[in-house]
């Protein structure tokens, strides 16, 4: 005779192998067999109140993001910015005014750059997904691709998509109902408050009755308990209370020395464009965690954002000491050799990742361009083939094109590259660098006013880009449209101050008309 599993121990054990929909499905039947009110939540026995709890864990763990890494920000939280202190900030100071490379690393001739000034990294993440753009304007009209700079319309809105996961988990309405929830009675009981306020905080979304458990609970507490005041810092932060989330996340680090609370007190610090302070903070978490990879990764990101490129290498280079398999670290440092024209050192980087089994287009996309500099050419093209087969979507379909244009460039087959190009807009009809090149392609075969327009296109899609404002220039002063050339070269000065033929150029042009 077969002896059934106690369906709460098999509910546990589904929850433990990350099957959280069986188990959530699992408790429903026990909370349905058992006796208890299921708005006012009044337990009948305790295996009762486990299964409650083993639901809301279940329920909240489907939805839960990890609020130190994804973090956004939306264009009213940049352009209204209430916690700004100077408008101009001293260069190496802020995150808004990245500056020219204090390190030493690549210019903007050599690496390409967001809109906001920043080099574009190794390794996609929500924060070189979002820039600080100077206008209102220059915010909207920026298309929003994980290249350039555009944010998101607002960061809320993330949050409120989030919490609608909560209707579908149970087609008769959520599982708690938190109107009629009684928080004061539950922030006294430790064993349930921690689970009912992440299933508040993450699937419900509803951060005000978060706040008010959580504040109740560390009263209860007698404002001794560390992880309550991290969960308040985390509310107060959602809400955009930058300095009360700072307060609590420094006392709860006098009591409690957690590497969390110093990832989240550093986040908190970069929203407020104080990133000396962070990086302060993360050496002080270094003295107390010393070889903690997440604190170095967040000391480079930041030095990265700062363009301070070769500060933020060696600390990649210490992550890969610590932890040789963290991708981010090897895709940023393959990155930089790449642009500091070591690409036979990028692709042993580039290679190790593919022997870790990370197989998408991206790598065998940079596999091609190391491989076509480095001279490698019979795998060059095999290395975009397999690109092309892996691309999830038009934009990197547009991307993967836009490289074959310039490996058939590089071997002279302007045919193929301008077909290249063509492809690349009919996949990506805002790729400017492909409009640049076409005009370049064009320009050669003659047809100036086709050219004009490609150069105008792609200025306008990428103001920050200062190749196309070069060329228009000097395509302006080849036909004599003077003013036309010096407008368009005072924007590529201002998009790569260093550029030394712009500045020749604005010399040049100043000179007649000083003549005139």
């Given at each position: 005779m077969e002896i059934p599993m106690d369906p709460l121990f098999l509910a546990?054990?589904?929850?433990?192998?990350?099957?959280?929909?069986?188990?959530?499905d699992l408790c429903t039947k026990v909370l349905e067999d058992s006796p208890y009110d299921q708005d006012l939540m009044l337990f009948v026995c305790v295996s009762t109140q486990a299964a409650w709890s083993l639901k809301t864990?279940?329920?909240?763990?489907?939805?839960?993001?990890?609020?130190?890494?994804?973090?956004?920000?939306?264009?009213?939280?940049?352009?209204?910015?209430?916690s700004c202190i100077a408008q101009v900030a001293r260069p190496g100071t802020s995150l808004r005014l990245p500056g020219t490379s204090h390190g030493g690393g690549p210019t903007a001739a050599v690496r390409p750059v967001t809109q906001a000034g920043r080099p574009i990294t190794g390794f996609v993440r929500p924060s070189t997904q979002s820039g600080r753009p100077g206008t209102m304007e220059q915010a909207i009209k920026t298309p929003r691709t994980a290249s350039t700079a555009r944010p998101v319309t607002s960061a809320s809105g993330r949050f409120v998509r989030l919490g609608t996961a909560s209707m579908l988990t149970n087609p008769d309405g959520p599982f708690i109902n938190l109107s009629?929830?009684?928080?004061?009675?539950?922030?006294?009981?430790?064993?349930?408050?921690?689970?009912?306020?992440?299933?508040?905080?993450h699937h419900e979304n509803?951060?005000?009755?978060?706040?008010?458990?959580?504040?109740?609970?560390?009263?209860?507490?007698?404002?001794?308990?560390?992880?309550?005041?991290?969960q308040l810092g985390k509310c107060y932060y959602r809400l955009g209370l930058y300095r009360e989330a700072e307060k609590q996340f420094?006392?709860?680090?006098?009591?409690?020395?957690?590497?969390?609370?110093?990832?989240?007190?550093?986040?908190?610090?970069?929203?407020?464009?104080?990133?000396?302070?962070?990086l302060n903070l993360f050496k002080q978490g270094l003295d107390h965690f010393p070889g903690e990879v997440t604190l170095l990764t967040g000391i480079a990101r930041i030095h990265e954002e700062m363009n301070n490129?070769?500060?933020?290498?060696?600390?990649?280079?210490?992550?890969?000491?610590?932890?040789n398999t963290h991708v981010e670290a090897i895709a940023c440092i393959g990155s930089n050799h790449f642009y500091t024209d070591q690409p036979e050192i990028a692709l042993r980087f580039y290679r190790r990742l593919l022997q870790m089994g990370v197989y998408n287009c991206q790598l065998y996309n940079n596999l091609g361009l190391c491989c076509f500099y480095a001279q490698q050419y019979d795998m060059t093209l095999s290395s975009f083939e397999r690109a092309l087969a892996l691309v999830a979507n038009d934009e990197e379909q547009a991307d993967v094109w836009y490289n074959i244009g310039h490996v058939a460039v590089g071997i002279g087959d302007l045919t193929l590259a301008y077909q290249c190009f063509k492809l690349t807009l009919a996949f990506n009809n805002d790729h400017a660098e492909a409009y640049n090149n076409l005009a370049v392609l064009e320009l050669r075969k003659g047809r100036i006013e086709q050219s004009k327009a490609f150069l105008q296109t792609a200025a306008s899609l990428a103001p920050h880009m200062y190749e196309p404002h070069?060329?228009?220039?000097?395509?302006?002063?080849?036909?004599?449209?003077?003013?036309?050339?010096?407008?368009?070269?005072?924007?590529?000065?201002?998009?790569?101050?260093?550029?030394?033929?712009?500045?020749?150029?604005?010399?040049?042009l100043r000179q007649h008309f000083a003549l005139l």
């Open positions: 546990w054990s589904y929850f433990r192998r990350r099957k959280f929909q069986r188990c959530s864990r279940a329920l909240t763990e489907m939805v839960y993001i990890d609020e130190i890494e994804v973090d956004q920000e939306g264009i009213a939280e940049m352009m209204l910015d209430e009629r929830l009684n928080l004061a009675k539950y922030s006294q009981k430790p064993n349930l408050s921690k689970t009912l306020f992440e299933y508040i905080f509803d951060v005000k009755n978060a706040l008010d458990l959580a504040a109740q609970a560390t009263e209860h507490a007698q404002f001794k308990d560390w992880w309550w005041k991290v420094r006392s709860a680090l006098n009591h409690q020395e957690v590497v969390d609370t110093y990832l989240y007190l550093a986040k908190v610090y970069q929203r407020l464009d104080q990133p000396i302070t962070a490129i070769t500060s933020a290498t060696e600390y990649y280079r210490d992550v890969l000491k610590q932890d070069f060329n228009l220039s000097t395509l302006s002063e080849k036909i004599g449209d003077l003013q036309s050339s010096y407008t368009a070269a005072q924007k590529s000065e201002d998009a790569f101050p260093e550029h030394v033929d712009t500045q020749q150029l604005l010399r040049q």
